[in-house]
């Protein structure tokens, strides 16, 4: 079977291209890891127009909702590769191949790792790149952060409903991140910074014993159950070598003039949006727009298909 659209990723660039699709009434699928994306990560979204004061949870869950409006169901299913067979498209997943005339890659973003002993080995034992997710497992323990950006700093401030102590380290002597977070991060008695530090191994048998860092010239073992890594997000495209990226690794989208070219990639037929493409705001609204307007170039694309 010839699909027209299959869409990679149930973000918010992802659901709102399936919407898109379900309206149109075309042959689509929706395939990813999860559903929501990184707004499972945040704990308060607050500039999402028209649901002011909601958690990242609950904003899911509306979006889903609105998938069921329309019996769209998220295929759970890890693409592994994307080709080419003249016109059509393959994608590949862990479970099968499918044919489509286009694709919408809204893949997002995925953590970056610190690639040092102890961060694999004890993932999910005491290691973390989810606060949200993971917080409440930390009642009453010690905790690190890992990075003091504006996700560090957040984190920090959900652990602290939770967690007895929080350490919030980053290799800069200060804390960066917007001021309305750093000042209610520096209020709250729970959490201590270390700026200048270097992170050298997550320590521990079983789960996380210890950090091992080095500042001003000595090393430190410092004593945590928890440690969250907060450094930052990097494109998820590990799957998507046949497109242009950027230096950065994000897929290279058009701006173009013609409707069908919007978000069109250096692949005719190849459509990405939201935080894996190199537009500068990485954002939900950004990305449901982007994921739209993605939409729009691909029922255009398939028209003139022949
Ligand atoms: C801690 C945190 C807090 C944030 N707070 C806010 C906020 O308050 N307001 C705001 O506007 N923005 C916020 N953001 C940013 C916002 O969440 C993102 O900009 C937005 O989620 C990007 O949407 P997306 O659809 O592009 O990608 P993502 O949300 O990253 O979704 C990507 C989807 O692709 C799937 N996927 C990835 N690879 C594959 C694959 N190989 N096969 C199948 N599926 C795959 C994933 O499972 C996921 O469902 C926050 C981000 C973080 C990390």
Sequence with gaps: MLYDMVIIGAGPSGMTAAIYAARRKIKFLILSMDI?????????????????DITGIEIVKKFNEHLKDYNIKVKNEEVLDIKQKGKILIVKTKKTTYETKT???????????????GEDNLLG?????????DAPLYKDKIV???????????????LAQYAKKIYLID???KIAGEPYLKDRVLQNKKISFIGGAKIKEIIGKQTVEALKYESKAEQTNLPVQGI??????????????LVKKNKWGEIMIFRSTKTHEEN??????????????DIPSKQIVVAAGEGCKAALAAFDYINKFK
């Design 125 to 133: 034992k005491g290691v973390s790149y989810c606060a949200t997710c």
């Design 36 to 52: 929501g994306g990184q707004m499972n990560w945040s704990s308060e979204v607050d500039n999402y127009p028209g649901i002011p």
């Design 228 to 241: 969250f890594i907060e450094t930052g997000l990097i494109a998820k495209v590990d799957f998507a070598n």
């Design 171 to 173: 290799s800069l002597e």
């Design 103 to 117: 694709i919408i890659i809204g893949s997002g973003k995925k953590p970056k790792k610190l690639n040092i002993s």
């Design 264 to 277: 069109m990639t250096n692949i005719p037929g190849i459509f990405a949006a939201g935080d894996v493409t």
């Design 144 to 158: 690190a952060i890992i990075g003091a950006g504006n996700s560090g700093l957040e984190a920090a401030l959900h």
